[in-house]
Antibody
Framework: EVQLVESGGGVVWPGGSLRLSCEVS????????MTWVRQAPGKGLEWVAG?????GSKYYADSVKGRFTISRDNALYLQMNSLRAEDTAFYYC???????????????WGRGTLVTVSS | EIVLTQSPGTLSLSLGERATLSCRAS???????LAWYQQKPGQAPRLLIY???SRATGIPDRFSGSGSGTDFTLTISRLEPEDFAVYYC?????????FGQGTKVEIK
């Protein structure tokens, strides 16, 4: 069974930093691209960042470029710096395309971790 | 960036009725690279459709997708109780990948 479990969320001051993790099981992690998608409470989905299977390519939404860094080794990570109130959201990790595919739809999702940026 | 506009914002229907959800793109989505997701309260999104019309694994055949270019449709042929949820479209034809703002399907 494919499982993705996010962790690392919490409350942080504006300007602060947080690192999210996503542990996966049930599939070959090294065979798939991965992504982060966020959802502010009561709002819609916003794609945040993506990384291909070997970390050779990374992609970011303009809203987080220069502040967030996506990475992977045996898990998926999102380093979030210079956090703002508008970054408050549930952050979901999701599985992207397999090796040799460039079709960035997301077929498995974690349950999310809540990041709250507030003073 | 491709902007996706979903309509209507809310769809009020009864069990057994047909639901038709629209997703319009601000520019053509290459090769029909559009997906649909379902999200229920307190849950993660679930992939329903990819490539505009291909059903994801385990998705009932009452869900169907169609469209190309800038206009796409998700149809639920006969609403079941578990289908009342929010539905999002997402384009993956060009980065940044973007989502529509969602359509809520509620019980009338």
């Amino acid at each position: 069974e494919v499982q993705l479990v996010e962790s690392g969320g919490g409350v942080v001051w504006p300007g602060g930093s947080l690192r999210l993790s996503c542990e996966v099981s049930g599939f070959g992690f090294d065979d798939y691209a991965m992504t982060w998608v966020r959802q502010a409470p009561g709002k819609g989905l916003e794609w945040v960042a993506g990384i291909n299977w070997n970390a050779g390519s990374k992609y970011y939404a303009d809203s987080v470029k220069g502040r967030f860094t996506i990475s992977r080794d045996n898990a998926l990570y999102l380093q979030m710096n210079s956090l703002r109130a508008e970054d408050t959201a549930f952050y979901y990790c999701a599985r992207g395309p397999a090796i040799r595919s460039s079709l960035w739809y997301f077929d498995y999702w974690g349950r999310g971790t809540l990041v709250t940026v507030s003073s | 960036e491709i902007v996706l506009t979903q309509s209507p914002g809310t769809l009020s229907l009864s069990l057994g009725e047909r639901a038709t959800l629209s997703c319009r793109a601000s520019q053509s989505v290459s090769s029909g690279y559009l997906a649909w997701y379902q999200q229920k309260p307190g849950q993660a999104p679930r992939l329903l459709i990819y490539g505009a019309s291909s059903r994801a694994t385990g998705i009932p055949d009452r869900f169907s997708g169609s469209g190309s270019g800038t206009d796409f449709t998700l149809t639920i042929s006969r609403l079941e109780p578990e289908d009342f949820a929010v539905y999002y479209c997402q384009q993956f034809g060009s980065s940044p990948w973007t989502f529509g703002q969602g359509t809520k399907v509620e019980i009338k």
